[in-house]
């Protein structure tokens, strides 16, 4: 599945529930807009949840604690994430305009709320040098199972260079997982395939996968993609960097990879 989320009027964006059409990919994921002097409570009763600082200024308010955090955009700075279990109520002050995602699913194991900061988070770089440099990434990792082993859910970050292809070559695995899409202009666009079926990637588009379905996707030359990629573990099944390759191109794998 595919879809374009809007803003309403109060700045909210629904990507997915729980329940309904989206209710496949078992997590809540919404985004905020913010204006400065904004202030948001959130909590979702019965989930964990991550707050993800995309872009702007705020700060972070839970238990007796307080974090201020500013972000030049996804583009330009590091993430900042609070990653929360249930029953704790987060409010979130704006400084700034500002875009904030929140990832939600539902947990019953308590465990200390997690503040990630811009040192906290891992970045590297990934298929660099394979089929003459086209589908290298630069990759985030935020919430994973060997950090978070208590967690039931996944949040990272790809940037995507103009024209390459990335999640190269296409691959599926049996965890549900939502790709939210943002394009360093607005007119940027990309392409998202699913299965057999095309979808154009716009800023703010989201790509929803279900267990065993392939993807992969591709930005336009001039335009570079910024992906939030979020992944439900399955009970007795979490995903730990699982994938099953589409066997029609696994030959690309014994290609040689360039080196400098």
Request: negative net charge; hydrophobic residues 35%.
């Amino acid at each position: 599945m595919f879809i374009y989320p809007k803003f309403d009027r109060s700045g909210k964006k629904v990507v997915t529930r729980t329940y309904g059409k989206t209710a496949s990919m078992l997590q809540n994921i919404t985004v905020y807009k913010m204006k400065p002097g904004d202030r948001l409570e959130l909590t979702e009763p019965g989930m964990e949840s991550a707050y993800l600082l995309m872009e702007g200024e705020i700060t972070f308010y839970w238990d007796d604690r307080s974090f201020r955090a500013a972000r030049t955009g996804v583009f330009d700075d590091l993430p900042v994430c609070l990653h929360t279990p249930q029953g704790v109520v987060v409010a979130i002050e704006a400084h700034a305009l500002t875009e904030l995602l929140v990832q939600s699913t539902p947990n019953e194991r308590d465990f200390a709320c997690r503040l990630f900061d811009k040192t906290d988070v891992t970045k590297f770089v990934s298929c660099e040098g394979r089929w003459e440099n086209t589908a290298v990434r630069d990759v985030v990792d935020i919430i994973n199972i060997k950090n978070s082993p208590y967690s039931n859910m996944v949040l990272g970050e790809v940037y995507a260079r103009q024209g390459r292809w990335w999640s190269y070559i296409p691959h599926n695995h049996p965890q549900p997982e939502v790709y939210y899409y943002k394009m360093h202009r607005p007119e940027g666009f990309g392409a998202c395939f699913i299965g057999d079926k095309a979808y154009t990637v716009k800023d703010g588009s989201a790509g929803l996968f279900d267990g065993g379905y392939t993807h992969v996707q591709v930005t336009a030359p001039g335009y570079p993609m910024y992906c939030a990629w979020m992944i439900r573990h399955l009970d007795g099944d979490p995903w730990d960097n699982t994938r099953t390759d589409d066997p029609a191109f696994i030959w690309l794998l014994d290609l040689p990879v360039e080196t400098k």
